[in-house]
């Protein structure tokens, strides 16, 4: 898992309810990334970071938003939850632009 | 046309057959492709990438790539029960060195 973990892993909240999702890593990797994967749709970028401060909208960021303040953690903010953002969401990283992905063990979201 | 195309499944093949995963893309600039691995409840894990055209082999699994077709696939020989996953391809598209693009995967069943 190069070092990603999530947290929490599980979590039930009710609609309109704010929520963070944290990813920590400890292997200095530069690029973070933010998904969702719900049947049907597979995994779908929500947001992504290319550095502390650097971040930029996936094809999902509707009702998302992110913050990179130091190089090891990613945080997924739902500013008010809604039961459409039910779903799993996996934290990843990678050290370049040409190598590989890891991810994280997922966290998975019940919005009720 | 969707970015990245997988047949869904499920893909059933008997135990000691060659499972054939194949995936499309729409973009031709794309760079590098990955194939993971996603056991129920788990979360993705490599298993294989590939950049340039031919055949390239680690144990058990071979990628092929044909850029000219859009084309990558994944060959898994010798399978085994323990190869019953969902296969997702990743394709680095062109001009977009930060993101992976997932198709939807493929659910293969290998039967004892």
């Known amino acids: 898992d190069a070092g990603i973990t999530q947290s929490p892993r599980h979590k039930v909240t009710e609609t309109g309810t704010p929520v963070t999702l944290r990813c920590h890593q400890t292997?200095?990797?530069?690029?973070m990334y933010w998904y969702r994967q719900d049947p049907g749709h597979g995994l779908r970028l929500i947001h992504y970071?290319?550095?502390?401060?650097?971040?930029d909208k996936g094809e999902v960021s509707d009702g998302y938003s992110v913050s990179r303040s130091k190089t090891e953690d990613f945080l997924l903010t739902l500013e008010s939850a809604t039961s459409s953002q039910t779903s799993v969401y996996f934290c990843?990283?990678?050290?370049?632009?040409?190598?590989?992905?890891?991810f994280g063990p997922g966290t998975r979201l019940t919005v009720l | 046309q969707k970015e990245v195309e997988q047949n869904s499944g499920p893909l059933s093949v008997p135990e000691g057959a060659i499972a054939s995963l194949n995936c499309t893309y729409s973009?031709?600039?794309?760079?590098?492709f990955f194939w993971y691995r996603q056991y129920s409840g788990k979360s993705p894990e490599l298993i294989m990438f590939?950049?340039?055209?031919g055949d390239k082999e680690d144990g058990r699994f071979t990628a092929q790539l044909n850029k000219a077709s859009q084309y990558v696939s994944l060959l898994i020989r010798d399978s085994q029960p323990s190869d019953s996953a969902t296969y997702l391809c990743?394709?680095?598209?062109?001009?977009?060195?930060?993101?992976?693009?997932f198709g939807k995967g493929t659910l293969l069943t290998v039967n004892p």
């Open positions: 292997e200095n990797h530069r690029y």
């Open positions: 990743a394709v680095n598209k062109g001009g977009s060195n930060y993101k992976l693009t």
């Open positions: 973009d031709r600039g794309s760079q590098s």
């Open positions: 590939i950049y340039s055209n």
């Open positions: 970071s290319y550095g502390v401060k650097d971040t």
């Open positions: 990843a990283t990678r050290s370049s632009p040409d190598n590989e992905q890891f």
